[in-house]
C-alpha cells in the first residue's frame, strides 16, 4: 500500500461516513431540500467507474473506499428520488 492510496483511501472511507449522516438524515426526516439526486447520482456513477479504476492501479484501500462511498452514494440517490416523489404525490392529494 502506498502513501497516496492510504490518503486517498481515508478521503473515500470519510466521504462515506459523510454520505452516510446525509442517507440518516434524510431517512428519519423524509423530506428532501434544496437537494438535487442529480449531483448525488453522477458521484454514485463515479464511484462504479472507480470500482473498475482503483484496482486496475494497484489502490486497494481506494478501492475499499470507493466501494462504500459507491454504496452510500446509491442508497441515498434512491432515497432521495423515492422521498421526492412520495411527497410530489402527497402534495396532489393532500
Known sequence: MSIPDLINGVFELSGALFIFISINKLYHQKLVRGVSFVHVGFFAVWGIWNIYYYPHLGQWLS????????????VCTIMLIYYSLMEDMDGETG
Open 63 to 74: 478501492f475499499v473506499g470507493g466501494l462504500f462511498v459507491s454504496v452510500t452514494d446509491i
